[in-house]
Structures are given as structure tokens and as C-alpha cells.
């Protein structure tokens, strides 16, 4: 029947059309009335569908009769580096399923339509944003270490190419949330204003397409379909450096998009200066509009987003554990996540209640090291960070108040947390005797009992040295 059909369509469409549209689809079963073919990615579908859609209808129905009907499987690679499988918004009519979490699967649409050719060449174009909707403005947990980027990519969001932030480039090392908020602006988009159309697409998979089509040519083609678009997402922009030729399609798009006032994200592993084999006349317009960073979130932001993630997934730990692995996974928030799946995969597997053992257990395979030996020097550190206080002042012989008491606390914690003699905690304080460092526990207890704020800072301390020590 395919064959019958490609016969026809041969004859019809311009040879070079014919290449690149036609050849790269395979039948793959015929039931009853309805075709299903399958094509490579899910813009090949789009295009085919925007513009042979009739084709295909009538020369499908003159094989198949009236009640010919025709559905696609595309191999899509999800712009998702997660390994999770992408939810996809769905348009109109469409219903998808997918089946497994591989980066290339394959993803089914059927048409449950009784006859999808009768729908108009749309006049709207429909593509798939490429969103998962699990990247929400709300999952996204606000600290010190992203409120520019969020509350940007929330303005973005709200009035896309209306708003001074065009482009606005995120950056940020691996696993610090460029992913996500970039899809957390889409999405947004998506609800506030849903004729919009959007597209979140990483830098590899846009050369990928672009390197397609260019051997295809049909480069137009290509920077034809990105110039349609209202607000583009474009991950993971420094893989640009690879390829020069994507670059000058990159930069005639994006030089169309920004005059036509439509709206731009683009994210990065650094900042744009530092995006070495990156076009300077394409780096200069990142400058037009706002680059903004995003950090390693500190302690308390991190509690919080492993909160979030547990409330969202309904699960439940206790308040030590919590605290434990947010004080120890400080290299990215990937990590942190990765922690709590760790210790749910280990605690369902081995049918044992999580609590601070296993989480100790489980976070040697993440943290380099565990149940540390705490050292005056890391205790003095945590001290003055603490208060604020310069360390070589903590030393010296100072008599302010304030300095005063934060060194003798540090002398109660040393004393405390570390096996050191009091000689030795008192030769690591400028050589001061034994007797000072006893003087120097006597007062902060008896301080502990009549000054409550004072108490307070000095069971705060007690707690993190605590958890630098597990
Ligand atoms: P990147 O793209 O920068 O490598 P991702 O966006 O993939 O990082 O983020 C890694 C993981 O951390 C994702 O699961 C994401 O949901 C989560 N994450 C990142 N930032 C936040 C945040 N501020 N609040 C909650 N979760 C976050
Ligand atoms: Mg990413």
C-alpha cells in the first residue's frame, strides 16, 4: 500500500521534497483502514503533517478507501537528559502513549479522530513544546542561589518578548536547575497564555536537526520552521561551540525571532564571556538582554527543595536525615535528589525504616568522606563564619566583647566535639594556657543559663558541628 502511495506522491511532489520527506518514513503496519508509519523525529511529523497532510489523505484513501486513516510513531529523543520519560503536552486530538525510559524511544500517536485528514491545515502551527510538566515555576524551591534567574524567568513567562530580559541566559555548572527553568518557563508560558507557541530544545538536538537537514538541504526549511516560533528554549548553548554552521542558522533565528518581538531563553554552563567557540556577534547578543546565575543552594534552600521533593512524591523521613544528607550534599541538587532515591531504593530493598544509620550508609557512595574527625581549625572556621568575626582576630588578644565570646565558644565546642587536650585546644588560640580554655567553658555554660539568645547561638553551633561531624 506504501509503496503504491510513494508511487503517487513521487509524481507529484519536487524530487528534493520527495527525498527529504518521503523516503525517511517506513511503514510499519497495516490494520484494517488505518497506516501506521513511522517517522523520525517528532518535527518531521509536524512538517508532514502542515504540509502534505492532504496529500496524504487522498492518496491513502484512493488505496484504502474512504475510510483510510493514517497514524505515526515517531523516534523521539527527549531533550530531557534525565533518563525520565518526557510527558508531553498534547495537542488537540492527539493521544500519546510511550513506553520506556531509554533516551530514544519510540512514541506513538494515535489519531483517534475518525478522519484526521479532514482537520484544516491549521492555522496556528502545532508543534509539541517539548515540555514535561513536571518543571514547574513551583517545584522550583527560590534561595539566594537563583532568586535573579527565577524571578526573571517568571517576568519571561508572564510577558514573553515583552519584557527587557530578551534573551535570558541562565547559567550555571551541572545539575544546578538550568533544565528545569527553562522548562519551568515554558510551561508557564504555556498556561498564562496557550496559543503561544513554544519550544524547549536543547543545542545538540537543534544541531542534530540542523546537521539533517542542511545534508538534505533544506536548511530553509529548517530556519523556516525555528521562525515560527514565539518563545524558543534553547538548552545548553556552550555545545554550540562545536558546530559552526548551526551557529549561523542559531544566529539568523534568533535575529528574527528578537525583531519580531518574540521571546528568547537560553542557558549555559557559563556565564556568556567565558563561552569559548561561540560567535562574538552571537555573544553580543546575549548581552541585549539578562544573564543570570544560578548557584549551589546553601544549607536551609536545601532542606527546603528536599521537602518539596518528598511532599510532592508523598514520602516521609525523619528530621535528622533530612538534615544530614542536606548538610552533606553540597555539590549539586542532581546529587541531593539523588541521595533521597539512594536511600528510598535501599531502604525498600533491604525492608528497613530509613534513619540516620542507613543515610550514613548510603551517603559514603556520595560523599567522599563520612564521619569525619572535626578539628579545632574546622570548628574555629565554622565559628567565625558564623559570627562574622575575621579568624585572625579569633586568635589575637582581643578583648572586644563579641570576639571574646566567640572565642571562648570555640573553646567549649573544641572541647566538646574533639579528643584534644586543653593544652592543645589552647596552643590552637595564639598560645594561651590550659586554665584559659577551662575559664573559657565555665563562662559559656554559666552564660547558656542566663542569656537566652546567647543559648540559642550556642546550640545552633552545637547542632552544625554536630552534623560536620556524622
Ligand atoms: P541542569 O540542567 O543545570 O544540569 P537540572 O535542571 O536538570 O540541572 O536540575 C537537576 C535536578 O535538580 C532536577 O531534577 C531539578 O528538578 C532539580 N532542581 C534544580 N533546581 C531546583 C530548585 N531550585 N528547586 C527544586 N529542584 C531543583
Ligand atoms: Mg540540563
Not at 513567562?157 to 555548572?173: D, H, I, R
Not at 544541531?207 to 529548517?222: G, K, T, Y
Request: hydrophobic share 40%.
Amino acid at each position: 500500500v506504501w509503496s503504491n502511495c510513494l508511487k503517487i506522491i513521487k509524481d507529484i511532489v519536487e524530487w528534493q521534497h520527495y527525498k527529504t520527506w518521503f523516503e525517511p518514513i517506513k511503514p510499519v503496519e497495516l490494520k484494517d483502514y488505518i497506516l501506521l508509519i513511522q517517522v523520525p523525529s517528532q518535527f518531521f511529523y509536524e512538517y508532514l503533517e502542515e504540509h502534505y497532510v492532504n496529500l496524504l489523505a487522498k492518496t491513502l484513501k484512493r488505496e484504502l478507501g474512504k475510510d483510510a486513516r493514517l497514524e505515526y510513531r515517531i523516534m523521539v529523543d527527549s531533550g530531557n537528559s534525565n533518563n525520565k520519560p518526557l510527558t508531553m503536552d498534547i495537542p488537540a486530538n492527539n493521544i500519546k502513549t510511550y513506553s520506556n525510559n531509554e533516551m530514544d524511544f519510540p512514541l506513538v500517536i494515535n489519531n483517534p479522530v475518525k478522519n484526521p485528514f479532514v482537520i484544516p491545515g491549521l492555522k496556528k502551527m502545532q508543534i509539541d513544546p517539548q515540555l514535561n510538566p513536571i518543571y514547574t515555576f513551583d517545584s522550583f524551591i527560590e534561595g539566594d542561589c537563583n532568586r535573579v534567574a527565577r524571578r526573571a524567568g517568571k517576568t519571561v513567562a508572564e510577558k514573553p518578548g515583552a519584557n527587557s530580559f530578551n534573551p535570558l541566559v541562565v547559567y550555571g555548572g551541572v545539575g544546578l536547575g538550568k533544565t528545569h527553568l527553562g522548562q519551568a518557563i515554558g510551561n508557564e508560558v504555556k498556561r498564562l497564555h496557550p496559543s503561544k507557541v513554544v519550544l524547549y530544545v536543547s543545542s545538540e538536538k537543534f544541531i542534530n536537526q540542523f546537521q539533517d537537514h542542511s545534508r538534505n538541504n533544506a536548511i530553509n526549511d529548517f530556519i523556516h520552521f525555528y521562525q515560527l516560533i514565539d518563545v524558543l528554549i534553547i538548552d545548553d548553548v556552550q555545545f554550540f561551540n562545536r558546530a559552526e554552521r548551526s551557529q549561523d542558522a542559531f544566529f539568523a533565528i534568533f535575529n528574527h525571532l528578537h525583531q519580531s518581538g518574540k521571546q528568547l531563553v537560553l542557558s549555559s554552563d557559563k556565564p556568556p564571556k567565558d563561552l569559548d567557540g561561540l560567535q562574538e556577534r552571537l555573544l553580543s547578543r546575549f548581552r541585549w538582554g539578562l544573564s543570570a546565575d544560578l548557584q549551589m543552594p546553601d544549607y536551609d534552600t536545601r532542606i527546603e527543595i528536599l521537602d518539596k521533593k518528598m511532599k510532592n512524591d508523598g514520602l516521609d523521613m525523619p528530621r535528622e536525615v533530612v538534615k544530614y544528607v542536606s548538610y552533606n550534599i553540597n555539590s549539586n541538587i542532581r546529587e541531593l535528589e539523588g541521595a533521597l532515591i539512594s536511600l528510598l531504593a535501599q531502604s525498600s530493598l533491604n525492608k528497613r525504616e530509613i534513619d540516620l544509620e542507613l543515610a550514613k550508609k548510603v551517603l559514603r557512595n556520595f560523599v567522599k568522606t563520612s564521619s569525619k574527625e572535626i578539628t579545632i581549625d574546622t570548628i574555629q572556621k565554622m565559628v567565625c563564619e558564623f559570627f562574622d568575626v575575621p579568624y585572625d582576630k579569633l586568635l589575637q588578644k582581643t578583648r572586644k566583647r563579641e570576639i571574646v565570646q566567640a572565642r571562648q565558644i570555640t573553646m567549649f565546642l573544641a572541647k566538646a566535639f574533639t579528643k584534644n587536650s586543653l593544652k592543645t585546644i589552647g596552643e590552637h588560640f595564639g598560645g594561651r594556657d590550659h586554665t584559659t580554655v577551662i575559664h573559657s567553658c565555665q563562662t559559656v555554660k554559666d552564660l547558656m543559663d542566663t542569656d537566652s539568645l546567647f543559648r540559642e547561638n550556642v546550640m545552633e553551633l552545637q547542632q552544625k558541628v554536630q552534623l560536620a561531624a556524622m
